[in-house]
Structure formats: structure tokens, C-alpha cells
């Protein structure tokens, strides 16, 4: 059974910093892209940050120079750096893995930007 958990969501002051962590179990990591994703109420779900199995990346514009993803396979997870956070970076993130037609999802994990 694969799983998908993700941790390290909090409340955090604006310019503050997080780490997200997904660990990922029951699949072969090392061969799946993964992919964070975040989603408010109301919207659609948007990525952020992908990291291929061959360490490529890729973020969205509002999130360049600020979060940095990375891999770690030997421990199956991937993980978010979030600095200079901002109020609109206020979401639920979800960790996402994908290999061909086969994709899972973590259950998301909430980061709270606010004074």
C-alpha cells in the first residue's frame, strides 16, 4: 500500500521560514517524479515545486528564489524549503508522486503565514 506523508506545516510569522517533509512508502522512490502542490478553499489546486527522478526542478513564478525542493532517496522523502514566506503563500500542501499513468497523493499538510 502506498503512503504519502507529509509534515512540517505550521503557523509562521511573514519572512519566516518552514521545511515540508513527504515521506513516501510502498513504492520504489527513486523512479517517481514528486511534486508539491498547495490549494486554498475555493480554488484550484496549483503546483509549486516538482523534482523529477533525475533531480531536475521546476517552480512556479510566485515561488522562485524563495522555496527549493529536494530528495532524499535513501530516506524516500522530498522535501519544501520555504523562506520569505508571505501572507498568500497560505495554504494546505500536498506532496504528489508520479510515474507514468500511476500517481498518489499525501492527505496535505497546513502552513499559516500571519503576523
Known amino acids: 500500500q502506498v503512503q504519502l506523508v507529509e509534515s512540517g506545516g505550521a503557523l509562521v510569522q511573514p519572512g519566516g521560514s518552514l521545511r515540508l517533509s513527504c515521506e513516501a512508502s510502498g513504492l520504489i522512490f527513486a523512479i517517481y517524479n514528486m511534486d508539491w502542490y498547495r490549494q486554498v478553499p475555493g480554488k484550484q489546486r496549483e503546483l509549486v515545486a516538482a523534482?523529477?527522478?533525475?533531480?531536475?526542478?521546476n517552480y512556479a513564478d510566485s515561488v522562485k528564489g524563495r522555496f527549493t525542493i529536494s530528495r532524499d532517496n535513501a530516506k524516500n522523502t522530498v522535501y519544501l524549503q520555504m523562506n520569505a514566506l508571505k501572507p498568500e503563500d497560505t495554504a494546505a500542501y500536498y506532496c504528489?508522486?508520479?510515474?507514468?499513468?500511476?500517481?498518489?497523493w499525501g492527505q496535505g499538510t497546513q502552513v499559516t503565514v500571519s503576523s
Open positions: 504528489r508522486a508520479s510515474y507514468y499513468h500511476d500517481t498518489y
Open positions: 523534482v523529477t527522478s533525475g533531480t531536475s526542478t
